[in-house]
């Protein structure tokens, strides 16, 4: 098992910046990738950003790229999320999911976190 614990969320203004963090413990072994996931209230739960074990594979989804960075740390098994420039549709809650495997655009992950909120006012 795997249990991942996110951090960092909370209320901005539009056009400010969070990072968020997602500490994993238990069978973290080699190769996992690493996810980072949002679902805003009526809406499915969509893919943000993930990356693979060496942190040389990326893939973000089209609404954050060029503005959210996905990094991890594997001496720490710590993944961030640096979200910049946000804007109000990026209200959600953001889970951290981690996978024994790194796909681009797997999103059926094994192993999730409880979700930290971010929300951005206009």
């Known amino acids: 098992q795997v249990q991942l614990v996110e951090s960092g969320g909370g209320l901005v203004q539009a056009g400010a910046s969070l990072r968020l963090s997602c500490a994993a413990s238990?069978?973290?072994?080699?190769?996992?990738?690493m996810g980072w996931f949002r679902q805003a209230p009526g809406k499915e739960r969509e893919m943000v950003a993930v990356?693979?074990?060496?942190?040389?594979?990326?893939n973000y989804a089209d609404s954050v790229k060029g503005r959210f960075t996905i990094s991890r740390d594997n001496a720490k098994n710590t993944v961030y999320l640096q979200m910049n420039s946000l804007k109000p549709e990026d209200t959600a809650v953001y889970y951290c999911?981690?996978?024994?495997?790194?796909?681009?655009?797997?999103?059926?992950?094994?192993?999730w976190g409880q979700g930290t909120q971010v929300t951005v006012s206009s």
């Open positions: 999911a981690a996978h024994p495997y790194y796909q681009p655009r797997l999103t059926n992950y094994d192993f």
């Open positions: 990356i693979n074990w060496t942190g040389g594979y990326t």
């Open positions: 238990g069978r973290t072994g080699s190769g996992y990738a």
